[in-house]
């Protein structure tokens, strides 16, 4: 265990090349009192730590000293290499880059671990495109990614329904989902979010912007995907839901919805029957996504939505009330 916590200590120090006793022991959680056990086993060892004192000091490595990817084990190499997503990368122009890395750490590997890469590759595959959607990334995809990285001011034009905007933009970052890009960008102060196939123009400005460092790609994307979804539920139907219903709702409406119908469902009865509260985005919308689950699911409100419900119920049974099947016609026919 202390050996994997000396590895990581060089680890951070080769990549941030100076570190206060504090910030190794939130990245390594451990206390500072172990920090400088660990400094002085590392010293010992033959490792070059240097530690400066006063303001602005704390641990480095003297002289550029690098250590070998002697510490990986075969699962940590595998991780690695599954790490890539070499699809994404591609789309963002990385993909040489991507390859250039991957290579520099397969020859730092011992010989044991050299079929890592291929290993990887064999048993896990990335398709990040959702089913029946266009494959090829947006054409503007890379003139904002080369911005993201270069944290470098844009011009950006970007089409709304029947119009396009202009904006300045500062790119701070890309984000996949199902298939689809989004930038984030500031805009006037305020965090604004993109769709790039959208994008209709990119002009570098040659300006660089000061990135704010405490900002989290991922935690903001998360918090606003939520805020994006609760502000489209702004209705409630009331439903009556068999446990097979229950199942099944999650694949019917948004996980969201499906999670608080599952919160908000009271006792069941004798047949397991629960009544629940569901958030939906409309009555129309959630009318198609309960007939997805036939029989197994009873909306008991509002009125409307039960009407137009056992609307549906009474043509599907006249449908299938005739004795035999219509004629399907030419196409059905042998």
Do not use: C
């Not at 489209?232 to 948004?254: C, I, Q």
């Not at 469902?265 to 029957?273: F, K, L, Q």
């Amino acid at each position: 265990m202390r050996a994997a916590r000396l590895i990581s200590a060089v680890l951070l120090l080769q990549s941030r090349e100076t570190m206060t006793a504090a910030e190794l022991a939130r990245e390594l959680e451990v206390s500072e009192r172990t920090v400088y056990r660990d400094m002085e086993a590392l010293s010992a060892a033959g490792v070059p730590v240097y530690a400066d004192q006063g303001r602005g000091g704390g641990y480095r490595l003297v002289g550029g000293y690098r250590t070998r990817l002697t510490g990986l084990t075969r699962e940590e190499a595998e991780a690695l290499f599954l790490s890539g997503l070499p699809g994404p990368a591609g789309d963002m122009g990385r993909a040489e880059a991507l390859a250039a890395a991957e290579l520099k750490v397969l020859a730092a590997l011992p010989a044991s671990m050299r079929d890592a890469p291929a290993r990887a590759s064999q048993r896990f595959h990335l398709d990040a495109p959702g089913w029946f959607g266009e494959t090829g990334p947006p054409p503007l995809l890379r003139d904002l990614a080369r911005a993201v990285w270069e944290d470098e001011t844009v011009d950006l034009r970007y089409r709304r329904k029947d119009s396009e905007v202009a904006r300045t933009a500062e790119p701070y970052g890309l984000v996949l989902k199902n298939g689809t890009w989004y930038l984030v960008a500031r805009v006037g102060g305020r965090t604004r979010t993109y769709r790039v196939d959208r994008v209709t123009a990119v002009r570098p400005t040659g300006e660089r912007f000061d990135r704010d460092e405490g900002f989290d790609l991922a935690a903001h994307w998360a918090e606003q995907a939520g805020v994006f979804v609760r502000s489209l539920l702004r209705e409630e139907v009331t439903v009556r839901l068999s446990p097979a219903g229950m199942r099944a709702l999650r694949y019917s409406v948004e996980p969201y919805a499906a999670r608080r119908a599952a919160e908000e469902a009271g006792p069941p009865d004798e047949r397991g029957w629960v009544v629940t509260a569901l958030p939906v985005e409309s009555a129309v919308v959630a009318e198609s996504q309960l007939m997805r689950l036939g029989p197994e699911v009873e909306v008991l409100a509002p009125p409307e939505l039960r009407e137009r419900m056992a609307g549906n119920a009474a043509r599907l049974a006249e449908l299938y009330r005739a004795a035999s099947p219509r004629d399907p016609g030419p196409t059905g026919s042998r």
